[in-house]
T-cell receptor, first 116, second 111 residues
Framework: EAGVAQSPRYKIIEKRQSVAFWCNPI?????LYWYQQILGQGPKLLIQ????????DSQLPKDRFSAERLKGVDSTLKIQPAKLEDSAVYLC??????????????FGDGTRLSIL | DAKTTQPPSMDCAEGRAANLPCNHS???????VYWYRQIHSQGPQYIIH???NNETNEMASLIITEDRKSSTLILPHATLRDTAVYYC????????????FGTGTSLTVIP
């Protein structure tokens, strides 16, 4: 089966600019996650969707980050305006079942964001 | 979610078994143990997960102690391609599998 697709693979912007990342989960996966991974650290969950609804966005800096999952399939994560500390890899993951499942998450290869 | 403790780095000779330990002393009864690995410039790759019983698949074996306070991931015949950061995660079923990654163990397989 096709894996989680993310684009772009790399992005370089200047601080205060805006940027968007796109994720296409594995077909049929109801749950979608966005993570931020800063160099040298493990991934940190930003937001979780179940179909097109938000399950958890407690770690999302809502003053500058936003995410949506229209129609319960693809998702976009946006940063506006970007700060230097947003330099990181942004990972998307999806899992087959809903919140009561133990199904593992499957990750894409991420978008590496560099802020100048 | 229970926190996990892993050694920051380990070496293993190519062809030998790699045994990666993980402590999760505050794990609760309905939390699963998951293992992932991350090769440079790639996303985390799922390896295996379990609740109480030992598990085995084509990639690895997972040994969970009877009290569930620790586990060991075993790569039976390590190859150079197994060089990666390995993450042990415990996750509460029922909260959407929210994963809290630590810093993992950096495994280097030596020729």
């Amino acid at each position: 089966e096709a894996g989680v697709a993310q684009s772009p693979r790399y992005k370089i912007i200047e601080k205060r600019q805006s940027v968007a990342f796109w994720c296409n989960p594995i077909s049929g996966h109801a749950t979608l996650y966005w993570y931020q991974q800063i160099l040298g650290q493990g991934p940190k969950l930003l937001i979780q969707f179940q179909n097109n609804g938000v399950v958890d966005d407690s770690q999302l800096p809502k003053d500058r980050f936003s995410a949506e999952r229209l129609k319960g399939v693809d998702s976009t994560l946006k940063i506006q305006p970007a700060k230097l500390e947003d330099s990181a890899v942004y990972l998307c993951a999806s899992s087959l079942m809903g919140p009561t499942s133990n199904q593992p998450q499957h990750f894409g290869d991420g978008t590496r964001l560099s802020i100048l | 979610d229970a926190k996990t403790t892993q050694p920051p780095s380990m070496d293993c000779a190519e062809g030998r078994a790699a045994n990666l330990p993980c402590n999760h002393s505050t794990i609760s009864g309905n939390e699963y143990v998951y293992w992932y690995r991350q090769i440079h410039s790639q996303g985390p790759q799922y390896i295996i997960h379990g609740l109480k019983n030992n598990e085995t698949n084509e990639m690895a074996s997972l040994i969970i102690t009877e009290d569930r306070k620790s586990s060991t991931l075993i790569l039976p015949h390590a190859t150079l391609r197994d060089t990666a950061v390995y993450y042990c995660i415990v996750s509460l079923r029922g909260t959407g599998n929210q994963f809290y990654f630590g810093t993992g163990t950096s495994l280097t397989v030596i020729p």
